[in-house]
């Protein structure tokens, strides 16, 4: 028999319930968890250190407010408020710091998430050579990851010295920081990162420090930008996580994780549209990637939505990956003809309907050498391109982007270099990739490693885009391109299958489209030393 209780006693035993309940389960659900940098270093880092003041301003004026400087040092005053604790320990040496165990407890007081590392400087002074300083970078990077498995560390190629007591200190700073990027490949791992920030490079010592090793005004402005594209890539990310083929650090990877080095051959569609032969003879070569021309329908007819989803059915025959091109924008700035990077966007998104959907397939180069040689107007490149890149997230693309250089794609002047990190962080979905276009510039192998020291040294993906074995503009140095791109893992395709005009016909591969009749150069890439047929992977998708 069911006991029966009055109102009144329900109605306590109610009240006493919702009394007894944990707060937990009366409470909102909390925002995430702030994002926790660790500022590492000496007294370039801690005193005054104004650059980490103006790096944490500049990240919560772009939107980046989720996040915690975190160390066991005070903020020095730097003319305004911010987030300024931090480990910059003037007079230390990362030697001695991991000698006496001194970093496992600033980890355990501050538990970051990311570690900013400036850390040599004194060690450099006091003579003890680079291999003793990564020694030490060494146990050090143990230290973080056994506080944090998923520790990101970005370390710093460190700013040159010039004191007046230290003839030989910029000599052994150059020897640190040659030795640093190889230390961070041998030891970056997909859980716990390491990225490269070169603050040596344009950094001057006679004007960007107040006694030839402590930064002043310039000289913190400099070190912040070079800290900010990779302190923002680091960040999470509120958006979506990228699909299909990806970026990976400097690398480029499948949906399954597999890395793609792009083997290939520029095809020019837009001017030869019954050359459909050509996939399968370019897959002949053993090509596992076919850059294929478009017309964006500003200096010719556009290539339609129809023909894009024919172009991508014959990629998927021929087991290729499809970088897909407008051609209209080449020369912006030199040729009056040219169309704009944002104009392009426009076409993209036209004709994203039959794009979405293979991004396991397909990559998009946003406009073939999108500035030509006018200084005045390649200065533009990063905002055009940033711009381009978010258009296209906004429409729902989210595949492998590929940015071409300025400066008719052979990027002299460096601003693709300078600024490549600023639009990586741009993209919402961290997924771009730089091409760069090698001709007569790039005569030399010094030049050729320069360039792609660059780009790895910055933790930026790269790949040649274009390149030849001659030039009107001078004569590549084709034999580097290709040496170097083998040994760096770094993607190259070649210009191009057939149909060169211009005085420029000894770019053909193959004499009018006939894939039985190479060309010297075609014979080069194809058949030669670090060539495609020798060096190519056929992509896993495929398999």
């Known amino acids: 028999m069911a006991r029966r209780l009055?109102?009144?006693?329900?109605?306590?035993?109610?009240?006493?319930?919702?009394?007894?309940?944990?707060?937990?389960?009366?409470?909102?659900?909390?925002?995430?968890?702030?994002?926790?940098?660790?500022?590492?270093?000496?007294?370039?880092?801690?005193?005054?250190?104004?650059?980490?003041?103006?790096?944490?301003?500049?990240?919560?004026?772009?939107?980046?407010t989720n996040l915690d400087f975190v160390g066991t040092l005070p903020a020095p005053g730097c003319g305004f408020a911010y987030d300024g604790e931090n480990e910059g320990h003037g007079g230390y040496l990362a030697t001695n710091i991991a000698r006496n165990n001194q970093l496992p407890g600033w980890l355990s007081a501050t538990r970051p998430d990311i570690v900013l590392m400036h850390l040599g400087t004194n060690d450099v002074w006091s003579n003890i050579p680079a291999t003793t300083i990564l020694n030490a970078y060494t146990t050090l990077l143990g230290q973080m990851r056994g506080s944090n498995p998923r520790m990101k560390l970005i370390v710093a190629r460190i700013l040159p010295m010039n004191p007046s007591n230290?003839?030989?200190?910029?000599?052994?700073?150059?020897?640190?920081?040659?030795?640093?990027?190889?230390?961070?490949?041998?030891?970056?791992?997909?859980?716990?990162?390491?990225?490269?920030?070169?603050?040596?490079?344009?950094?001057?010592?006679?004007?960007?420090?107040?006694?030839?090793?402590?930064?002043?005004?310039?000289?913190?402005?400099?070190?912040?930008?070079?800290?900010?594209?990779?302190?923002?890539?680091?960040?999470?990310?509120?958006?979506?996580?990228?699909?299909?083929?990806?970026?990976?650090?400097?690398?480029?990877?499948?949906?399954?994780?597999?890395?793609?080095?792009?083997?290939?051959?520029?095809?020019?569609?837009?001017?030869?549209?019954?050359?459909?032969?050509?996939?399968?003879?370019?897959?002949?070569?053993?090509?596992?990637?076919?850059?294929?021309?478009?017309?964006?329908?500003?200096?010719?007819?556009?290539t339609s939505a129809s023909e894009i989803t024919t172009i991508i059915t014959l990629c998927k025959q021929s087991r290729l990956i499809c970088v897909l091109e407008v051609h209209d924008t080449t020369g912006y700035g030199d040729q009056s003809n040219a169309a704009t990077l944002d104009q392009m966007a426009s076409y993209w998104?036209?004709?994203?309907?039959?794009?979405?959907?293979?991004?396991?397939?397909?990559?998009?180069?946003?406009?073939?050498?999108?500035?030509?040689?006018?200084?005045?107007?390649?200065?533009?490149?990063?905002?055009?391109?940033?711009?381009?890149?978010?258009?296209?997230?906004?429409?729902?693309?989210?595949?492998?982007?590929?940015?071409?250089?300025?400066?008719?794609?052979?990027?002299?002047?460096?601003?693709?270099?300078?600024?490549?990190?600023?639009?990586?962080?741009?993209?919402?979905?961290?997924?771009?990739?730089?091409?760069?276009?090698?001709?007569?510039?790039?005569?030399?192998?010094?030049?050729?490693?320069?360039?792609?020291?660059?780009?790895?040294?910055?933790?930026?993906?790269?790949?040649?885009?274009?390149?030849?074995?001659m030039h009107t503009d001078g004569d590549p140095d084709e034999n580097t391109i290709m040496a170097q791109a083998q040994a760096r893992g770094l993607g190259y395709l070649g210009w191009s299958w057939s149909g060169n005009g211009g005085g420029v016909e000894y770019l053909d591969m193959v004499y009018g489209f006939n894939p039985a009749n190479l060309t010297p150069w075609g014979q080069r890439i194809i058949n030669g030393a670090n060539g495609i047929r020798q060096t190519s992977r056929q992509a896993t998708i495929y398999n």
């Open 6 to 64: 009055s109102l009144t006693t329900v109605l306590a035993l109610l009240a006493a319930l919702f009394c007894a309940l944990p707060p937990a389960q009366a409470a909102a659900v909390e925002p995430s968890a702030a994002t926790r940098i660790m500022p590492l270093g000496d007294s370039i880092t801690g005193s005054p250190g104004c650059w980490r003041a103006l790096l944490s301003k500049h990240l919560r004026d772009t939107g980046h």
């Open 166 to 302: 230290c003839s030989a200190c910029g000599q052994r700073v150059v020897a640190l920081n040659n030795a640093i990027p190889g230390w961070a490949q041998a030891n970056t791992t997909a859980a716990s990162p390491i990225t490269v920030v070169d603050q040596w490079s344009g950094f001057n010592t006679a004007t960007d420090t107040s006694d030839g090793v402590h930064p002043n005004s310039s000289g913190n402005q400099k070190i912040e930008r070079r800290w900010y594209p990779a302190v923002g890539a680091a960040l999470p990310s509120a958006a979506p996580e990228a699909v299909g083929l990806r970026v990976s650090g400097t690398r480029i990877v499948e949906a399954n994780g597999a890395n793609l080095v792009m083997r290939g051959v520029n095809h020019p569609y837009a001017w030869y549209r019954s050359q459909n032969s050509s996939f399968a003879n370019i897959k002949a070569t053993g090509a596992n990637t076919i850059r294929v021309v478009l017309s964006g329908g500003h200096q010719s007819a556009p």
């Open 349 to 469: 998104i036209g004709v994203a309907s039959v794009l979405k959907g293979q991004e396991n397939y397909v990559v998009i180069n946003l406009g073939n050498e999108p500035f030509g040689n006018n200084q005045q107007v390649s200065a533009g490149w990063a905002s055009a391109t940033s711009n381009a890149i978010r258009r296209l997230r906004s429409a729902g693309l989210q595949h492998l982007l590929m940015a071409d250089g300025p400066m008719w794609g052979q990027d002299w002047g460096n601003i693709m270099r300078n600024n490549g990190a600023s639009v990586l962080a741009a993209d919402p979905q961290h997924n771009t990739v730089f091409s760069i276009h090698m001709y007569g510039v790039y005569n030399t192998a010094a030049k050729i490693n320069a360039y792609f020291d660059a780009f790895r040294n910055a933790g930026l993906p790269l790949l040649v885009g274009e390149f030849g074995h």
